[in-house]
């Protein structure tokens, strides 16, 4: 199939890029988030009080000043929660309310409703805390000393990685950090809680897993599941942030509402919500590699330990994924990989776009650039004698088969079309003639594993309606945040029934339509639920079919649906016609459907398996500029070549990509968490946690798609695409790593941590220069 | 007493007058006006979610300006004609190009960014012609979007004019030569404007806060002399934070912004004099005319919105160590005229800053202008603010150097400093070891380390001490690769992003 570039033969087929579904509600205002549906008469504001402190036992709250504020309705602490004091998502230790003792300094210890929105936050300060503070620890670094871990370490081992080891020809040992990163969803947590009549309760929230949050709300409230209904109709922006965070202020807002009888609504500012929710994990990454003249790995011995905050939440899975992707798209034939989970007295870190997969890359990329540098060879030389085979040398450190290898190839073609050799010859006779400021390039290479490692998880359900007009409602267990999974599972009910997608209307995601919904997260909204709509579809389509094959006395298989219209033989009917025509014969127009992922397993104890359904693939090739007197740094140009199979929606998925690719810069190059020695985070606010601007998006960027299906049995054969280009941006990392080498004429590889602030950069260029002077 | 706030929203006329003078335009817009389109991202004026176009009169013709609602305190905006996201769909449905030209380009995804780009997007389209890269980088400093990358929202930038253009005060307001409109229904606009004028301003009190804004710069003064423990403001852009943020009610504030007399900004012999009420954007304009070497630091400074509702005066009388505008005023050897009632005193910029947000303001007393020397020959000027982000960031470092170069000597240097101490500061040290002495890499590169050591500047979330004097050493080493050395180096990553050398 291949021609002798690697290509694939045949070319790809994808669906038309339309519009995202909101897109004109969007740019007009019209679309409604959480805090903006009208709300019910009488509904009150909530705020929260948070712990002034990192770990202490809490004695009690003065709430005297705080129930005394001007509005102040009803104040909670724990012990006015009337079921489960927690959220934790997979362990118990995640109190929506302090309880005993303060985990962290921002933890929610008690909470207020008011009747307006500054009156709730104003009261919210006026508590006096009486804790008595406990040793705090804050870093990976003292938690590791403790052997202080919120979940038990793990270790993958193949092999006899101490030996081989031993006997390689090289080694190296090199340890380096990556830091965490804020979600900064546009639109914060909020959540509306209203009571219905019968004692259960209607929540609105911004959440990824409407079914958790009704689950924490049932247990929080001692309600049965069916008496809380959960509706999201979207997200302004989630990443990971909401796909547990979101439990704890909808628990709070439900608890408020269930003692006050009102509607109750809980809406953080920007800074209580990046003091008050978790973020990406910080790692620090070390490693002993052993390697040949070439720069193939023979041994390797990686140890990667993560912040995970105060508790679980959902650090066992993340961390699983680093480990998962601590191989990238490399071979390692003798390996140990040692994770560990370390407890800090700091916020509980979560999901975050790619989910432990970006720090698993990050470790085996920083070891191989430095092999490279030890070899003086080009970095991608290295990394391409790396590769996993298709046949052989194609077998992961947790035991699954490689069988979608498509890596070498892909990145051979962008090396190929980027003119990566010849660039980085010119980079580097630029830099002999540039003292002040240096350019760097690099290629890097994403393989990424689509599904859920929580294998149940990987489930959908779908409700379609045809009306007896001819219109469709469809709903799924699938989110909206912005990532166009509406649109593109319309297009696929589209298609599938024959219809402009017009026709069909998406709606809100809500728990009483479909049960049991998994989070709209690890880049499997479209897989699962694009699957699901396409078996309703199908069903429905059947159903009418066989109608008017007996209505016209021909087979159902030749019942054709097609631009709005039914075909069979000669006659074409319009679709509404059909379908009202159907009612009357009453042919159920009402249809569920479901997916559920095949050929997937994995042993959670010993991490092996087949975790994944598939990889997606991908890679880029970054250039930055330096300057070696500041450490200023800019972006100047990427190539992207991406594997999306067939794609779903061409325009959404390049906006996927697009937006993965500068968020993962973000995460490596710009965007830095700070804590002071309290344990208080000092950049909660965009004044001070600085994301990328418009400014960022590099002038010359050029993005493709390969060009091939997916080889698995996927929707329209389409490919996850919400997280594998994050890690795109490991490219531009690398490049920055590039030109800090090249102040000390390519001698000694770069100590750099992300993220590479300025400052960063400075520190690097200052250190590569007297270590090379040594 | 007690006149209500007049405005136009979305073209017509409301009258407000039970609304807390701290109330923001955004609370307002949401809350009381239910017009939802305008979101709140962080009610701090850093992510652009809630921004505005407000128009104003400017002589004859309007001008439009994009504004941060959630930093707008409501009776700031009387007499304006504020419009939201939801006026810029024609009656009939059809989107303004803007909205379409973000459609068409596939420019939102989350979509709670999008008001606030449309709104910037508005803004620009309403300025003339073609826009460059720059430009629309400049326009959209102050919007954060998490999900797009920006790439298809800066394509919409260009396709918006590419669409045809409505009519009215939705259209482009300018010809294609550049030349204002003659719609009608911005004449029509002007015309509703003028009859909101307010000869003697506004005194507005509602909830227990009043608001006074008076007409005129003697009116100020008295109104200050004769409530010295009030609160004075200008744009709001930190004090409307004192509100959102730390929830204070204020009290009485006395706003700046309706004395007209106070925004001016004239030329004479003792040089530029900068009415304090002249906005930040109009005081670089006229700075820019002599000092252009520091065109990027003001570009750099906050944002469209924020430049357009800050003003010189409030940025200098807030006092702010990190405010980007005093290091290089203090460079200028500029002076600040302060007025009680109807005495007025001149001060040194540098001596006008006293201590961490303390300066030589006594109460009731007020800034009334900034006067910048003229340009003295053979300056030699610069300014170069280092932070962690190039677009809308505060300086972890702020240096301007204003050296005069004769003879190959260097006669008299002055330079200005923000970021490494707890006010704005001259680095005097470094201005002697400077002085008198050749003008050379070793010269600079002696004053450098002296530069280094000059200030104790502190660790904090933007930097550590350590970086901040190795940059402000730094800055100096590249002011003589930029202004001395032969042949000439790259000095800047930008400029290597901004003309396609990379290739």
Not at chain 1, 151 to 172: C, K, N, T
Not at chain 2, 150 to 177: K, S, T, V
Not at chain 2, 183 to 191: F, G, M, P
Not at chain 2, 375 to 388: D, E, Q, S
Request: proline residues 6%; aromatic residues 6%.
């Amino acid at each position: 199939m291949n021609d002798p570039r690697g290509l694939p033969a045949a070319p790809v087929e994808h669906a038309p890029a339309l519009p995202h579904e909101s897109a004109e509600l969007h740019v007009a205002g019209r679309a409604a988030y959480t805090d903006d549906v009208a709300e019910p008469l009488g509904t009150l504001h909530a705020a929260l009080g948070l712990s002034p402190v990192a770990h202490g036992r809490l004695r009690g709250v003065d709430l005297a000043a705080v129930r005394a504020a001007p509005g102040v309705v009803d104040v909670i602490v724990a012990a006015d929660v009337p079921g489960a004091n927690d959220v934790g998502p997979i362990q118990r230790d995640d109190p929506i309310l302090a309880d005993g003792v303060v985990h962290f300094a921002g933890q929610p210890v008690f909470a207020v409703a008011a009747t307006g929105v500054t009156s709730a936050r104003r009261a919210a300060r006026l508590a006096g805390y009486a804790i008595d503070p406990l040793p705090a620890i804050l870093t990976i670094d003292e938690a590791l000393a403790a052997a202080s871990y919120v979940l038990p370490p793990v270790h993958v081992v193949r092999g006899d990685p101490a030996r081989a080891l031993a006997a390689a020809p090289h080694r190296l040992t090199g340890e380096v950090r990556s830091g965490g990163q804020d979600h900064f969803y546009l639109e914060g947590q909020v959540a509306l809680a209203i009571p219905a009549d019968d004692g259960g309760m209607h929540v609105l929230c911004s959440t990824q897993h409407p079914g958790e949050v009704q689950q924490m709300v049932a247990r929080a409230l001692g309600l049965a599941a069916h008496a809380v209904v959960v509706e999201c109709r979207r997200m302004g922006g989630g990443f990971g942030g909401k796909e547990t965070q979101m439990s704890l202020f909808a628990c709070v807002a439900a608890i408020l509402a269930r003692r006050t009888a009102r509607a109750v609504k809980l809406r953080l500012d920007r800074d209580d919500d990046m003091i008050a929710t978790g973020k990406r994990h910080a790692f620090l990454h070390r490693y002993e590699v052993g390697f040949d003249d070439e720069g193939r790995v023979l041994g390797l011995d990686l140890t990667l330990a993560s912040r995970c905050g105060f508790s679980a939440d959902l650090s066992g899975p993340v961390n699983d994924r680093a480990v998962f992707h601590a191989d990238n798209a490399y071979w390692l034939p003798d390996v140990a990989i040692h994770s560990f989970r370390c407890k800090t007295n700091t916020v509980s870190d979560t999901a975050f776009r790619g989910f432990g997969g970006p720090q698993g890359m990050f470790a085996i990329e920083a070891v191989l650039d430095d092999v490279a540098r030890a070899l003086g060879r080009d970095p991608l030389d290295v990394r391409t004698v790396n590769f996993y085979g298709t046949h052989e040398r194609n077998v992961t450190p947790f035991g699954m088969t490689v069988e979608d290898n498509i890596a070498p190839a892909l990145v051979a073609e962008l090396a190929r079309t980027s003119r990566y050799r010849e660039r980085r010859e010119a980079v580097r006779a630029w830099n002999r003639s540039s003292p002040v400021v240096k350019r760097g390039i690099a290629l890097t290479p994403v393989k990424f594993g689509i599904s859920f490692t929580a294998t149940h998880y990987n489930q959908a359900g779908a409700l379609l309606h045809v009306y007896s007009d001819g219109t469709v409602s469809l709903n799924h267990g699938g989110t909206e945040m912005g990532q166009g999974l509406f649109t593109k599972v319309r297009q696929v009910v589209a298609r599938e029934l024959g219809l402009p997608v017009e026709r069909i209307r998406v709606s809100a995601s809500d728990t009483s339509k479909v049960p049991n919904a998994s989070p709209t997260a690890a880049s499997s909204g479209s897989d699962l639920n694009g699957m699901a709509a396409q078996d309703a579809a199908r069903k429905l389509r059947a159903r009418i079919a066989a109608f008017v094959a007996r209505k016209l006395d021909c087979a159902p298989q030749d019942v054709a649906f097609r631009d709005g219209f039914v075909h069979a033989g000669a006659d074409t009917l319009p679709f509404a016609e059909v379908a009202r025509s159907a009612y009357f014969a009453r042919v159920p127009l009402s249809a569920t459907g479901f997916y559920a992922t095949p050929r997937i397993h994995y042993d959670r104890r010993t991490l092996t398996g087949r975790p994944f359904f598939y990889y997606a693939y991908g890679a880029a090739v970054s250039e930055v500029a330096i300057d070696t007197l500041t450490g200023e740094h800019r972006l100047l140009e990427v190539d992207i070549l991406h594997d999306v199979g067939a794609s779903l929606n061409p325009a959404i998925d390049r906006g996927q990509v697009e937006g993965g690719f500068l968020q993962g810069w973000g995460w490596l190059a710009m965007e830095e968490l700070c804590w002071n020695d309290k344990g208080e985070l000092a950049t909660h606010a965009p004044s001070t946690y600085k994301i990328p601007t418009s400014r960022d998006w590099p002038a010359r960027v050029r993005i493709a798609f390969w060009p091939e299906p997916n080889r698995e049995q996927t929707i329209h054969r389409s490919k996850a695409v919400g997280e594998p280009p994050f890690m795109l941006a490991l490219s531009a990392f690398h490049a920055l790593r590039d030109a800090v080498a090249s102040a000390a004429d390519y001698a000694v590889a770069p100590r750099l941590d992300a993220p590479a602030t300025d400052e960063r950069i400075l520190a690097a260029v200052e250190e590569v220069a007297a270590r090379a002077a040594r | 007493m007690a006149e209500p706030i007049r405005l136009l929203l979305n073209g017509a006329l409301v009258t407000v007058d039970d609304v807390a003078p701290q109330t923001t335009l955004l609370a307002w817009l949401r809350e009381c006006r239910r017009l939802t389109g305008t979101k709140e991202g962080c009610a701090e004026g850093d992510c652009g979610a809630c921004t505005v176009v407000v128009a104003r009169r400017d002589g004859a013709r309007l001008a439009w300006r994009p504004l941060n609602a959630c930093i707008a305190l409501l009776p700031s905006l009387d007499g304006t004609a504020v419009f939201t996201v939801e006026s810029l769909r024609a009656a009939d449905g059809t989107l303004h190009p803007v909205q379409q030209a973000m459609v068409d380009c596939h420019g939102s995804q989350c979509g709670f960014c999008t008001p606030g780009f449309v709104m910037s997007l508005f803004a620009l389209y309403k300025q003339a012609g073609a826009a460059t890269r720059e430009d629309v980088d400049v326009a959209l400093a102050g919007n954060l979007c998490r999900c797009t990358g920006y790439r298809p929202i800066l394509d919409a930038a260009q396709r918006m004019r590419e669409l045809p253009a409505p009519d009215g005060w939705r259209g482009p307001g300018r010809a294609r030569d550049g030349s204002p409109p003659a719609a009608a229904d911005e004449e029509r606009l002007a015309q509703q404007l003028a009859a909101l004028a307010r000869p003697d301003g506004l005194d507005y009190a509602a909830a227990g806060q009043r608001w006074i804004a008076p007409a005129s710069e003697e009116a100020l003064a008295a109104a200050c002399a004769a409530h010295p423990e009030a609160q004075v403001v200008a744009g709001a852009t930190d004090v409307a934070l004192w509100v959102t943020k730390q929830h204070r009610d204020l009290g009485t504030l006395i706003a700046t912004t309706a004395a007209a007399d106070l925004a001016r900004i004239g030329r004479g012999p003792e040089g530029l004099a900068i009415g304090a009420g002249a906005s930040l954007a109009d005081a670089f304009a006229a700075l820019d005319e002599t000092f252009p070497e520091l065109r990027e630091a003001w570009f750099r400074f906050a944002s469209v919105p924020i430049r357009t509702a800050g003003t010189l005066g409030g940025n200098v009388a807030n006092g702010s160590p990190i405010g980007d505008s005093m290091p290089a005023l203090i460079a200028l050897a500029a002076q600040v005229v302060l007025r009680h009632g109807a005495t007025t005193r001149a001060l040194a910029l540098e001596d006008f800053h006293v201590g961490y947000r303390r300066t030589a303001r006594a109460p009731g007393e007020i800034l009334a202008r900034i006067v910048v020397p003229p340009r003295p020959p053979g300056l030699l000027l610069r300014a170069w603010k280092v932070g962690k982000r190039y677009d809308q960031d505060i300086s972890s470092v702020f240096a301007c150097f204003a050296l005069r170069v004769e003879d190959g000597r260097i006669a008299h240097a002055r330079i200005g400093c923000g970021g490494v101490a707890p006010v704005p500061a001259r680095a005097r040290r470094t201005e002697e070891a400077l002085a008198g002495r050749p003008w050379s890499e070793a010269t600079l590169a002696q004053a450098a380390g002296v530069l280094e050591r000059e200030f104790a500047p502190i660790d904090d979330m933007r930097a550590s001490a350590g970086y901040r004097r190795r940059v402000l050493g730094n800055l100096l080493r590249r002011l003589w690769l930029d202004a001395g050395a032969s042949p000439r180096v790259a000095t800047r990553v930008g400029d290597l992003a901004a003309t396609g050398e990379a290739r």
